[in-house]
C-alpha cells in the first residue's frame, strides 16, 4: 500500500484510489468489456468480485476507506437483472441505509457511487470511472477513516 | 508458513506490451509466503500448464496465482492443471491483468498498467492465504421428469424423454391434452389438417409406458431442487373414475343439460358432462361441477343410471399426490388477449365480429360448423370477409409492444381457407406489414395474394360499427392514399397472443423468472433458450413468447435433450460456492432466511439426547444454494459465511489494497 503512494507521489500530484466491488455476472463482465474493446481508462480503479452485489456487506466500504480507498464504488446487475434474481434489491435497501449512516458521520457522498452497469455497458463502465476518479482526485485524499486504522493499531 | 506460486502471463504481446511481467513477478517474490514466481508467454498453452504443473511439484506449492486474462476466460483450465498437480483446483486463484490492466492502460510512460497488476496480484494473494480447500458438491439425481402443460411443446417433450428410457409425469389442467393446437384447422405453411398430425401425437403419448398422464391436474407446490424436486400436484375431481371408464360416452348422450363450450370459444354449446373435442386424449368425460343440477341441488344423476361400468362418483373430491422428479419441463402455452379490450373493432358487441381462433373452429371440420364458414349471427355464409392483423400487437399503449409473429402466417392461411370453401367470396386483410420469415412462408403468403385473390391493403382499421344489419369497417389504405370503407359479412381478429392467465402464479411456486408481459424468461436468450435461471427447470414453446408450431417443437425436443443429458450420470457436480452456518453462534433470528433468493435456508433444530430441543439455528440446503450470498450480508450475528468469497478472504483482499 505505502509502496503505491510513494509511487503516486513521485509522479507528481495526487492520484486517488478506487476500490469497486462489483458482481462477477453484469458489472465484472462490463469491465471485461471494456478490456476485450481495448477502451483507455483511469488506471486508479481496483476491483474487487463478489458473486452478486448482494454480498456486499457495508463494512466492506468502510474497511476500503480505512485502508486507503479515496472513494469506493459499487456497482452490479441493473434492477431485474440480477443473476440471482433479487440480490441487487437487497443491495439496494442496504444502501440506502448505510447511506444515510455515512452521510451522517460527514462522510462527502461524493466519495461513494453506487451503480448498475451491465455485462453489454462497457462503454458506462469507462464513464463511471473516470467520473469517479476525476471527481475523487478533485476532492483530495480522504484521510478521516486512514485515521481511524492506524489509531486502532495503536 | 504457506507455501504460494505466482505465474504472470505474458499472453504473447498482449500483457508484456504494457505491463512489465518480470517485475511484477519479481516485486511478488518478496511478499512472505511466495516461494516460487515467473512469467511465461502463454500460460494457458499446453507448455505453460505443463510448466505450471512441474512448478508445483518442484517447490511443493501449496497454493497458486495465476495473473493472466479473466477468470471468465481460464479459471477452469489453471484450476484443472492445479488439480492434475495433486492441488485442491479451489487453491488456484486468477489475477485478471489482461482486460483490468494491459487492455485499458496504454500509457508505458507511467508504468501505470505494471503498478495496478502489482497491487491486483498482491490483493489476490492475501485473499489466497485465507482459502480453504472445496470440494465440488456431488448431488443424487432422480431420473424421473416432469412435464408442465400438455400442448405440443409439451408432448413433444414428453415424448422424447419416455424414448431416452427415462419416466415422465405429464400435467394438464385441461380434460385433454393437445393444447391450443387442437383447436386449429389447417395449419401454414404445409396446410396439414391440425389433429391429423396432432392425435397419433397424443395417442403415442398416452400410450407410452414412461408416460404418465396427469389430466385435469395442477401443480399445487414445488419444493427441493436441481435433480431433487418434490412436487405436489392437484388433481381435480373429475366425478368419473379414469380406471374403469371405457370411453363409451353413453353419458354425454344422456346428459341433459348444455352450457357453452370453452373449447369452441362461445360458438357451440356443450354437455355439463363432456370432453372438450371428440379426439381428447384420454377419452374420458369429466363433470363441470358449478353447472351440474346434480352436484349443485341433487336433481338429475341421468349420466350416473346409464353407465354401464358404474364410474361415476358425485362425491369424489379433488386428490393431492406427490411426485419426486429430478428436473421440470415448463410447456405452459399462450392464450389471446382478452377480446374486450378492442371496443374500436366492435368485438362482444357485433356478433359477427370473432378473433382468429375462432376462424380456426368455423374452417375446423370437427368445429361447430362442421368446417363451413358461417358467420355467428345467422349462420349464413358471408360473402365477404375483413381480416385485421396486429391486433393489440406492435402496440404498447393499447396491447403489447412486440410483434405476435404467426398472425401474418394464419391470416393468409385464413383468407386461404376462406377462398377454398367459399369460392365466389372476397377476403381483404388490413396489416401494418407482412412478417414471414421461415422457410416457404413469404411463398405462402404470395400464394394467397395471388392464386386466391386476398386483398391485402396496407393501413389501420380505426373503427368497426354496425349500421343497416351491415358491419362497417372503417380504415386507411396508406399504400393508395385513401380511406376505405367496406361492407362487411363478418370480420376476423388477429388478437395478440399473450401469455396465460395465471403463468406469474406458476413462475412464483418455480422459482422462474418472467418478464413484463409473464413470458418466461430463459437463462439467455440466444446460447440457453430453453433452461431457466433454476438449475433443473427447463423451458418449452409459447409460454416464453409467441411462436409456431415447428419453433415450439424444436423447443420441446431441446428442453428434452437438456433433461436427458442432465439423467445420464447418477449424480452431478457442483460448485462448492455455497453457503455455510456457524451452529455457535447463529441466534436463530431468521434474517438470513427471508433474505436468500431461493429459500434455501431452512429452521433447524439441535437436540439433545433425550430427543428435547436445545437450540433453534438456520441451516442451508447446499443444492439450493446458489451461492449469491446474500443471506451473508444480512446476518447481523456474522454466523453465516459464503464458501470462496468469506469475510476473511474479501477482508485480506481489501486490507491489502
Ligand atoms: C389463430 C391461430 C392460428 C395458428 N395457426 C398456426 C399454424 O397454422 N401453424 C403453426 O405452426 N402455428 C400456428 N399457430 C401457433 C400455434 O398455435 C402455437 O405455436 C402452438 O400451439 C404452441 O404450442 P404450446 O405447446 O407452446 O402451447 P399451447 O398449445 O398453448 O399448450 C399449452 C398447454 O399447457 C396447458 N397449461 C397451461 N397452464 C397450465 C398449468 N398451469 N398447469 C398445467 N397445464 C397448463 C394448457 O391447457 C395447454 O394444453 C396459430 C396460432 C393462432 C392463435
Ligand atoms: S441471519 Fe445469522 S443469526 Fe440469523 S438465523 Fe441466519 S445465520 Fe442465524
Ligand atoms: S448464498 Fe444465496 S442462495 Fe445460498 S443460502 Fe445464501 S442467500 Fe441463499
Ligand atoms: S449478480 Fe449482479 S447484482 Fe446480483
Redesign the pocket.
Known amino acids: 500500500m505505502t509502496e503505491h503512494n510513494a509511487h503516486t507521489e513521485s509522479t507528481g500530484g495526487f492520484e486517488p484510489k478506487i476500490m469497486a466491488f462489483v458482481c462477477n455476472w453484469c458489472t465484472y463482465a462490463g469491465a471485461d468489456l471494456a478490456g476485450t474493446s481495448r477502451m483507455e481508462y483511469r488506471p486508479n480503479v481496483r476491483i474487487i468480485k463478489l458473486p452478486c452485489t448482494g454480498r456486499i456487506d457495508p463494512l466492506f466500504i468502510i474497511k476500503a476507506f480505512e485502508n486507503g480507498a479515496d472513494g469506493v464504488l459499487v456497482s452490479g446487475c441493473h434492477p431485474g437483472d440480477c443473476h440471482y434474481t433479487t440480490g441487487n434489491y437487497h443491495a439496494r435497501r442496504r444502501w440506502i441505509g448505510f447511506k444515510h449512516l455515512l452521510e451522517f458521520t460527514g462522510i462527502d457522498m461524493r466519495r461513494l457511487h453506487f451503480s448498475w452497469v451491465s455485462a453489454s455497458e462497457a462503454i458506462k463502465w469507462v464513464d463511471l470511472i473516470n467520473k469517479i476518479t476525476d471527481e475523487v482526485k478533485a476532492l483530495g485524499p480522504f484521510m478521516e477513516y486512514k485515521g481511524l486504522k492506524e489509531k486502532a493499531a495503536e | 508458513m504457506p507455501r504460494i506460486g505466482v505465474f504472470v502471463c505474458q499472453c504473447g504481446n498482449n500483457i508484456a506490451a504494457t505491463v512489465d511481467t518480470k517485475k511484477v513477478a519479481e516485486e511478488m517474490k518478496k511478499l512472505p509466503g511466495v516461494v516460487f514466481t515467473c512469467d511465461y508467454k502463454f500460460m494457458c498453452s499446453s507448455p505453460g500448464q505443463e510448466m505450471l504443473k512441474q512448478a508445483i511439484k518442484d517447490n511443493k506449492l501449496d497454493g497458486l496465482i495465476v495473473s493472466a486474462c479473466s477468470p471468465h476466460m481460464h479459471e477452469k483450465t489453471f484450476r484443472k492443471a492445479a488439480e492434475a498437480a495433486g492441488l485442491n483446483p479451489y487453491q488456484c486463484e486468477i489475477t485478471n491483468i489482461r482486460e483490468q490492466c494491459s487492455w485499458v492502460h496504454h500509457d508505458t510512460t507511467k508504468a501505470v498498467g505494471t503498478v495496478k497488476s502489482i497491487d491486483l496480484t498482491r490483493m489476490t494473494i492475501e485473499r489466497l492465504k485465507k482459502n480453504r480447500p472445496l470440494k465440488k458438491i456431488k448431488i443424487p439425481v432422480k431420473k424421473r421428469a416432469l412435464v408442465?402443460?400438455?400442448?405440443?411443446?409439451?408432448?413433444q417433450a414428453a415424448l422424447d424423454i419416455a424414448e431416452g428410457g427415462r419416466e415422465v409425469i405429464l400435467?394438464?389442467?385441461?380434460p385433454s391434452?393437445?393444447?391450443?393446437?387442437?383447436?386449429?384447422s389447417?395449419?401454414?405453411?404445409t396446410m396439414d389438417c391440425?389433429q391429423c398430425i396432432l392425435t397419433p401425437k397424443m395417442v403415442e403419448a398416452e400410450l407410452n409406458e414412461n408416460i404418465t398422464l396427469l389430466t385435469y391436474?395442477?401443480?399445487e407446490k414445488v419444493d427441493g431442487y436441481i435433480g431433487n424436486f418434490t412436487v405436489q400436484i392437484r388433481r381435480k375431481s373429475k366425478f368419473v373414475d379414469e380406471e374403469r371408464c371405457t370411453g363409451c360416452g353413453e353419458c354425454i348422450e344422456k346428459c341433459p343439460f348444455k352450457t357453452e363450450s370453452a373449447f369452441e370459444l362461445g360458438l357451440s354449446k356443450r354437455k355439463v358432462i363432456y370432453t372438450p373435442f371428440p379426439q381428447s386424449v384420454p377419452n374420458v368425460p369429466v363433470i363441470d361441477a358449478p353447472n351440474c343440477p346434480k352436484i349443485q341441488k341433487d336433481k338429475c344423476g341421468a349420466c350416473a343410471i346409464v353407465c354401464g361400468p358404474k364410474c361415476i362418483d358425485f362425491k369424489m373430491e379433488d386428490k393431492i399426490v406427490t411426485e419426486e422428479v429430478g428436473a421440470i419441463v415448463v410447456?405452459?402455452?399462450?392464450?389471446?388477449m382478452p377480446n374486450e379490450r378492442f371496443g374500436e373493432y366492435g368485438y362482444g358487441r357485433i356478433k359477427d365480429v370473432i378473433?382468429?381462433?375462432q376462424?380456426?373452429r368455423l374452417a375446423s371440420s370437427s368445429g361447430p360448423t362442421g368446417g363451413e364458414i358461417r358467420r355467428p349471427s345467422d349462420g349464413k355464409v358471408p360473402k365477404n370477409v375483413v381480416f385485421i392483423q396486429c391486433v393489440g400487437s406492435r402496440d404498447e399503449k393499447k396491447g403489447v409492444s412486440y410483434c405476435?409473429k404467426?398472425?401474418c402466417?394464419?391470416t393468409a392461411?385464413h383468407t386461404m381457407l376462406y377462398k377454398h370453401k367459399v369460392h365466389d367470396g372476397q377476403s381483404y386483410v388490413f396489416y401494418m406489414d407482412i412478417r414471414s420469415g421461415g422457410k416457404r412462408y413469404e411463398e405462402f403468403v404470395r400464394k394467397a395474394i395471388e392464386h386466391d385473390d386476398a386483398m391485402y391493403l396496407r393501413g389501420r382499421v380505426s373503427r368497426v360499427y354496425e349500421k343497416d344489419g351491415k358491419v362497417i369497417v372503417q380504415g386507411a389504405d396508406t399504400l393508395s392514399g385513401s380511406q376505405v370503407e367496406i361492407e362487411a359479412e363478418m370480420v376476423v381478429l388477429?388478437t395478440a397472443?399473450v401469455s396465460?392467465e395465471?403463468?406469474d402464479t406458476?413462475a412464483q411456486k418455480l422459482g422462474i423468472g418472467y418478464d413484463k408481459y409473464k413470458f418466461y424468461n430463459e437463462y439467455h436468450p440466444k446460447l440457453r433458450p430453453v433452461e431457466t435461471v433454476t438449475a433443473g427447470i427447463f423451458l418449452?414453446?409459447?409460454?416464453m413468447g409467441?411462436?409456431?408450431?415447428?419453433?415450439?417443437v424444436a423447443q420441446?425436443s431441446a428442453a428434452a435433450s437438456k433433461v436427458l443429458s442432465l439423467f445420464s450420470a447418477d449424480e452431478m457436480a457442483r460448485e462448492p460456492i455455497t453457503a455455510g452456518v456457524n451452529k455457535t453462534t447463529c441466534n436463530a433470528c431468521w434474517d438470513c432466511v427471508t433474505a436468500c433468493p431461493y429459500s434455501a435456508i431452512e429452521r433447524d433444530t439441535v437436540k439433545d439426547r433425550q430427543g428435547n430441543i436445545v437450540k433453534w439455528l438456520a441451516r442451508v440446503n447446499e443444492g439450493v444454494c446458489q451461492g449469491c450470498g446474500v443471506c451473508v450480508a444480512a446476518c447481523r450475528s456474522k454466523s453465516i459465511d459464503l464458501r470462496g468469497y468469506t469475510d476473511e478472504q474479501v477482508f485480506a483482499a481489501i486490507n491489502s489494497f
Open positions: 408442465i402443460g400438455g400442448g405440443i411443446a409439451g408432448i400435467v394438464e389442467k385441461e391434452i393437445g393444447g391450443n393446437m387442437a383447436r386449429l389447417e395449419t401454414f405453411p391440425s391436474s395442477e401443480v410447456a405452459t402455452g399462450y392464450q389471446l378473433n382468429g381462433m376462424f380456426e405476435s404467426v398472425c402466417m394464419y392461411k388477429a397472443i396465460r395465471g403463468a406458476l418449452a414453446g409459447t409460454c409467441p411462436m409456431d408450431i415447428p419453433e415450439s420441446g
